[in-house]
């Protein structure tokens, strides 16, 4: 960090010497003289003043906008938020897909790096982190303005839990300054609870082979928000799953939606709300072995098996 090469390669008596070479200005506010002399076997030459001055401003940020749907949170429920920043200071922030060798990305992060206990990590946005949100444009030059949006979801707990988003932005590893940009989330004791409230039973006895369509409707009666499918992968989905023991292969799995394995069948589009119900209708196909087969089944809720209502099918195939 202290010698640069001279092109060409060799260089006669009254010609010219050239040094050429990169400079990568860090993210903090610095003022620096760069002093050099050329150097010939070892031995500096006659210092003729050959000065480089080099400065740097720290990055500097403005939040524009910020919004939410909702802060105070029911258990597993998913929201969305965005941020707007207008880049105030004199370098040009680029994102986590494009960032030029040598340099780092611009992000919004919680205030020291701290976790939020509310950060959606299987959003990509998050960066499977808790604490840092990566900037939707490619570049965003100076005056121009930044945006991020991310995903929160309220954990599942046997209790309430308050947590604070304190965000700053972060480019190159520095933090811009804090602004008191702050989102209070809450979320209540979580209260897992659910009613089977309707059936189509299967036919009591079957034969080998027969089909025949069934359903369960269950009540939302506790505060645990049920989501479906399309949230991230069904990361955070209401199902119904075999039990006893939990993921247990029914015998009458039928290779088709809603099934999404012998263990689970996936709840219809949309979300439950709390005093809300869900009605699975699926396919319940006789195996080829006969005998008579008790199937119990629960609510699974983000990998959460609900309080066992005793519900379950009785068939006979013969």
């Known amino acids: 960090q202290n010698q640069v090469l001279m092109t060409p390669d060799v ?30 076997g070892g031995a500096f030459m006659k210092d003729v003043g ?33 941020f707007a920043v207008q880049n105030t200071g004199n370098s040009t922030w680029y994102s986590d897909g494009n960032v030029p060798a040598g340099l780092q990305p611009t992000r919004l ?16 946005s998050w960066l499977g982190t808790r604490n840092q949100i990566k900037m939707n444009e490619a570049s965003v030059a100076p005056g121009q303005t930044a945006t991020f949006d991310a995903w929160f979801i309220a954990p599942i707990s046997g209790a309430a839990i308050s947590s604070s988003f304190h965000f700053d932005l972060i480019s190159g590893g520095v933090f811009g300054g804090d602004w008191g940009c702050v989102f209070n989330f809450t979320v209540p ?25 069934v359903s369960f409707t269950a009540k939302n009666t506790g505060n645990v928000v049920w989501n479906d499918e399309t949230y991230n992968g069904g990361a955070y ?20 939606s809603p099934w999404l394995s012998a263990a689970l069948i996936q709840m219809p589009t949309g979300t439950v709300m709390p005093g809300q119900s869900a009605t699975f209708t ?37």
């Open 237 to 256: 989905a209401a199902r119904l799953g075999m039990t006893q023991p939990l993921y247990r292969l029914s015998s009458f799995y039928s290779a088709s």
């Open 50 to 82: 050959m000065d480089v001055v080099l400065s740097s401003d720290p990055p500097a940020w403005n939040p524009t906008a910020a919004s939410i749907a909702a802060r105070d949170l029911l258990p597993n429920q998913h929201v969305q938020a965005h």
């Open 11 to 40: 260089v006669a008596p009254g010609q010219n010497a050239t040094f050429t070479f990169d400079t990568s200005a860090p993210y903090k506010t610095f003022f620096t003289h760069n002093h050099f002399i050329p150097i010939i």
């Open 189 to 213: 004791k979580a209260d897992p609870s659910y009613t089977g409230t309707a059936a189509t039973n299967p036919p009591a006895t079957m034969t080998p082979g027969q089909s025949a369509t």
């Open 109 to 124: 992060a919680t205030m020291g790096y701290q976790n939020n206990p509310f950060a959606d990590v299987t959003d990509p």
């Open 282 to 318: 699926f396919t319940w196909k006789a195996p080829a072995q006969t005998g008579t087969y008790h199937d119990p089944f629960q609510l699974v809720v983000s990998g959460v098996f609900l309080r066992d209502e005793g519900d379950s099918f009785n068939t006979t195939v013969q």
